[in-house]
């Protein structure tokens, strides 16, 4: 079956990085497109970014760019989102999203829309 694991999440200070990681098993990794989505606390569900298949095309959320990077490596079934200069407002869960097709959906999110998530990383920033 499919299965999402995600690592890497914890405590860091206003201006620090993290790098989360998202282990996946059960499907053809190399076909899919794979999301990152993240819930802050009181608001909704956010998708942050996306990469296509071979890890060469990829999207970050517009408010995210510069400081948020995601990228794959197809060999270890893994993909990344690394996080520099971390926020306080950048405090949630973060969840690694199996695509349902080679290309990345932008935009908007919910629950519904897909079929796969991880459990989830807790990331907690504090200034």
């Given at each position: 079956q499919?299965?999402?694991?995600?690592?890497?999440?914890?405590?860091?200070?206003?201006?620090?990085?993290?790098?989360?990681?998202c282990?996946?098993?059960?499907?053809?990794?190399?076909s899919?497109?794979?999301?990152?989505?993240?819930?802050?606390?009181?608001?909704?569900?956010?998708?942050?970014?996306?990469?296509?298949?071979?890890?060469?095309?990829?999207?970050?959320?517009?408010?995210?760019?510069?400081?948020?990077?995601?990228?794959?490596?197809?060999?270890?079934?893994?993909?990344?989102?690394?996080?520099?200069?971390?926020?306080?407002?950048?405090?949630?869960?973060?969840?690694c999203?199996?695509?349902?097709?080679?290309?990345?959906?932008?935009?908007?999110?919910?629950?519904?829309?897909?079929?796969?998530?991880?459990?989830?990383?807790?990331?907690t920033?504090?200034?």
């Amino acid at each position: 079956q499919v299965q999402l694991v995600e690592s890497g999440g914890g405590s860091a200070q206003r201006g620090e990085s993290l790098r989360l990681s998202c282990v996946a098993s059960g499907f053809t990794f190399s076909s899919y497109a794979m999301t990152w989505a993240r819930q802050r606390p009181g608001k909704r569900l956010e998708w942050v970014a996306g990469v296509y298949i071979y890890g060469i095309k990829t999207y970050v959320r517009d408010t995210l760019e510069g400081r948020f990077t995601i990228s794959r490596d197809n060999a270890k079934n893994t993909i990344y989102i690394q996080m520099n200069d971390l926020r306080p407002d950048d405090s949630g869960v973060y969840y690694c999203v199996k695509g349902k097709t080679h290309a990345v959906v932008k935009g908007d999110i919910s629950r519904e829309d897909y079929d796969f998530w991880g459990q989830g990383t807790q990331v907690t920033v504090s200034s």
